[in-house]
């Protein structure tokens, strides 16, 4: 029972020594305890950056290391560079470098949180009229609570203490001397502090970032492409020498052999992602579970296909980085409907403290969900023995394999829904990084890359049958499954690629590009896919300007 996973693990058990193992074992648990000691209690990257110094006050700032020594002493390092910052009496000194002068900014910004404390500490909540903190309000719902204004009786008993207070504070620059307390009169310095319960002035208050909690995601994400390259490397050995085809001659199915290769390596990744999940108390196996089926998927179809090793290892990593990207690019411009396409994003929300439901988990994965399956399909096609000798790149034998599976009509209706995910992975990129082109050239780059990548499908799942018939099919295929994740709500920000406005144009247009290439491709392929891909590309520019 399960012969390849006994041999896979017998063979992992051979390939790597007992030595190896236990120095893999004790690198792994030191870096996640040194990742988990670094997330809980900081870096220290900053640690003792600037130079200060000064003739009275004390600096609690990781920042500074801070001395005190006499003025001219202090003015004169200051000259010479020995020190980038000098502080005294109501004054902060530095010199003309950069360094001195970002200095001088950071003992001010240091100054001014000082001060608010002090303020904080002497009249409490009535220092300040306003205190804001951020509130997770979940998409779609009207914020319960309402601002309540300040009774004019609350108002007058403010007044009445800062009245009783002012007598005992003269000025601003006196509190901030207390801020800063002198040398000769204290044994201990400020520390500040953050306001009670999540409160912040408005000058301090800035809305929550993911990107803060980012770092954490990279936890969860490198530790399992160590399993998959493992795995990549042991599929294409059985593949190149040959192993695999003896394997296939016995009852021994090829659904069978890629299930019990990917087994004990994906579970291995789920395993490295529990680690984390058990030190910052989220389940990453929630979120991360497609993404690692998409990943296996692509990487069991490019050692399969792969033409060597070194076309493996390339394709490997740039397979592994578009999909990083594909995960992590959204959620830095989080709060955007856009970035939902990533359940990394969910992710990083959880991480901060936000509730997310299984439901937008879910649908946030269902791209990568559906894209991991057919990757499955097209690879168990790759293992007859007519691919595995194919000398075709890997981008031709994925479209060799589509057109194969695409013989009935059933089967090239459900490809042709199945492959709007890999369009709208190729879109992500080209709407992410054809932008920063200007504006027009960016809409013609964009509409021109979209119509390349969808005609190029759709010719692919059209070419086994060049009828109207499966223009039809297909064309029906590609629009309700554009349509259905509109629906869903999980493209509702590519309008630009997907104009949700329109119902019956992007129909037309699919199938009239579709009929086009069914028709022209009988003659040329190349020709039909010209003008497939210019009728397309006509359309998206004209509806978008």
């Given at each position: 029972?399960?012969?390849?996973?006994?041999?896979?693990?017998?063979?992992?058990?051979?390939?790597?020594?007992?030595?190896?193992?236990?120095?893999?074992?004790?690198?792994?648990?030191?870096?996640?305890?040194?990742?988990?000691?670094?997330?809980?209690?900081?870096?220290?990257?900053d640690?003792?950056?600037?130079?200060?110094?000064?003739?009275?006050?004390?600096?609690?700032?990781?920042?500074?290391?801070?001395?005190?020594?006499?003025?001219?002493?202090?003015?004169?390092?200051?000259?010479?560079?020995?020190?980038?910052?000098?502080?005294?009496?109501?004054?902060?000194?530095?010199?003309?470098?950069?360094?001195?002068?970002?200095?001088?900014?950071?003992?001010?910004?240091?100054v001014?949180?000082?001060?608010?404390?002090?303020?904080?500490?002497?009249?409490?909540?009535?220092?300040?009229?306003?205190?804001?903190?951020?509130?997770?309000?979940?998409?779609?719902?009207?914020?319960?609570?309402?601002?309540?204004?300040?009774?004019?009786?609350?108002?007058?008993?403010?007044?009445?203490?800062?009245?009783?207070?002012?007598?005992?504070?003269?000025?601003r620059?006196?509190?901030?001397?207390?801020a800063?307390?002198?040398?000769?009169?204290?044994?201990?310095?400020v520390?500040?502090?953050?306001?009670?319960?999540?409160?912040?002035?408005?000058?301090?208050?800035?809305?929550?970032?993911?990107?803060?909690?980012?770092?954490?995601?990279?936890?969860?994400?490198?530790?399992?492409?160590?399993?998959?390259?493992?795995?990549?490397?042991?599929?294409?050995?059985?593949?190149?020498?040959?192993?695999?085809?003896?394997?296939?001659?016995?009852?021994?199915?090829?659904?069978?052999?890629?299930?019990?290769?990917?087994l004990?390596?994906?579970?291995?990744?789920?395993?490295?992602?529990?680690?984390?999940?058990?030190?910052?108390?989220?389940?990453?196996?929630?979120?991360?579970?497609f993404?690692?089926?998409?990943?296996?998927?692509?990487?069991?179809?490019?050692?399969?296909?792969?033409?060597?090793?070194?076309?493996?290892?390339?394709?490997?990593?740039?397979?592994?980085?578009?999909?990083?990207?594909?995960?992590?690019?959204?959620?830095?411009?989080?709060?955007?409907?856009?970035?939902?396409?990533?359940?990394?994003?969910?992710?990083?929300?959880?991480?901060?403290?936000?509730?997310?439901?299984?439901?937008?988990?879910?649908?946030?994965?269902?791209?990568?969900?559906?894209?991991?399956?057919?990757?499955?399909?097209l690879?168990?096609?790759?293992?007859?023995?007519?691919?595995?000798?194919?000398?075709?790149?890997?981008?031709?034998?994925?479209?060799?394999?589509?057109?194969?599976?695409?013989?009935?009509?059933?089967?090239?209706?459900?490809?042709?829904?199945?492959?709007?995910?890999?369009?709208?992975?190729?879109?992500?990129?080209?709407?992410?990084?054809?932008?920063?082109?200007?504006?027009?050239?960016?809409?013609?780059?964009?509409?021109?890359?979209?119509?390349?990548?969808?005609?190029?499908?759709?010719?692919?799942?059209?070419?086994?049958?060049?009828t109207?018939?499966?223009?039809?099919?297909?064309?029906?295929?590609?629009?309700?499954?554009?349509?259905?994740?509109?629906?869903?709500?999980?493209?509702?920000?590519?309008?630009?690629?997907m104009?949700g406005?329109?119902?019956?144009?992007?129909?037309?247009?699919?199938?009239?590009s579709?009929?086009?290439?069914a028709?022209f491709?009988?003659?040329?392929?190349?020709i039909?896919?010209?003008?497939?891909?210019?009728?397309?590309?006509?359309?998206n520019?004209?509806?978008l300007?």
């Amino acid at each position: 029972m399960f012969p390849i996973i006994k041999a896979e693990i017998k063979k992992s058990g051979i390939r790597y020594t007992r030595r190896f193992k236990i120095l893999l074992l004790i690198f792994a648990l030191s870096t996640f305890a040194a990742s988990y000691l670094s997330f809980n209690h900081g870096f220290n990257s900053d640690y003792w950056l600037y130079n200060s110094a000064s003739d009275r006050y004390v600096i609690d700032s990781k920042l500074f290391h801070h001395s005190i020594i006499e003025r001219e002493i202090g003015l004169s390092y200051l000259k010479k560079g020995k020190i980038d910052v000098f502080i005294t009496d109501k004054f902060i000194v530095v010199s003309n470098s950069f360094k001195s002068l970002s200095s001088g900014e950071e003992i001010k910004s240091y100054v001014e949180k000082a001060f608010e404390n002090q303020l904080y500490k002497m009249y409490g909540h009535y220092a300040f009229p306003v205190f804001a903190r951020a509130v997770y309000v979940k998409r779609g719902m009207e914020l319960t609570q309402k601002i309540k204004p300040i009774p004019e009786e609350k108002i007058k008993e403010i007044e009445e203490i800062a009245k009783k207070e002012e007598k005992r504070v003269e000025d601003r620059e006196r509190v901030a001397e207390k801020a800063l307390i002198e040398e000769k009169h204290a044994e201990e310095v400020v520390k500040l502090s953050k306001w009670e319960e999540g409160y912040y002035s408005p000058r301090e208050f800035s809305p929550p970032s993911l990107i803060s909690k980012m770092i954490q995601a990279f936890m969860f994400l490198i530790p399992p492409f160590f399993a998959m390259q493992i795995f990549s490397s042991s599929l294409a050995e059985d593949v190149r020498k040959d192993r695999i085809s003896v394997l296939l001659s016995t009852p021994l199915t090829a659904r069978s052999y890629i299930i019990q290769k990917l087994l004990p390596y994906f579970l291995l990744s789920l395993l490295l992602i529990s680690i984390p999940s058990l030190f910052l108390w989220v389940d990453g196996a929630r979120y991360l579970l497609f993404p690692l089926i998409f990943l296996f998927s692509l990487h069991t179809f490019i050692a399969i296909t792969s033409r060597s090793y070194r076309e493996l290892t390339f394709l490997i990593l740039v397979a592994n980085l578009l999909t990083v990207i594909y995960l992590i690019l959204p959620s830095i411009f989080a709060g955007l409907p856009l970035s939902e396409i990533s359940p990394l994003t969910f992710m990083l929300k959880d991480l901060s403290g936000e509730i997310v439901s299984p439901m937008e988990t879910l649908i946030s994965s269902l791209p990568l969900a559906i894209g991991g399956i057919t990757m499955f399909c097209l690879s168990l096609q790759a293992l007859h023995s007519a691919h595995i000798r194919s000398q075709e790149s890997p981008a031709r034998m994925f479209f060799s394999n589509l057109s194969e599976l695409s013989q009935k009509d059933l089967n090239a209706f459900i490809l042709s829904m199945v492959s709007v995910s890999f369009a709208l992975f190729a879109e992500f990129f080209l709407l992410f990084f054809g932008l920063s082109l200007p504006i027009l050239t960016s809409f013609a780059f964009i509409m021109l890359g979209v119509a390349l990548v969808e005609e190029a499908l759709k010719s692919a799942i059209i070419y086994p049958n060049r009828t109207l018939r499966r223009a039809f099919i297909v064309s029906s295929g590609f629009f309700i499954a554009e349509k259905g994740l509109l629906f869903l709500n999980l493209f509702k920000d590519f309008s630009i690629v997907m104009p949700g406005q329109f119902i019956l144009y992007p129909f037309l247009i699919h199938l009239l590009s579709s009929s086009s290439f069914a028709i022209f491709s009988k003659k040329d392929y190349r020709i039909g896919y010209l003008i497939a891909v210019s009728i397309h590309f006509a359309y998206n520019y004209g509806v978008l300007l």
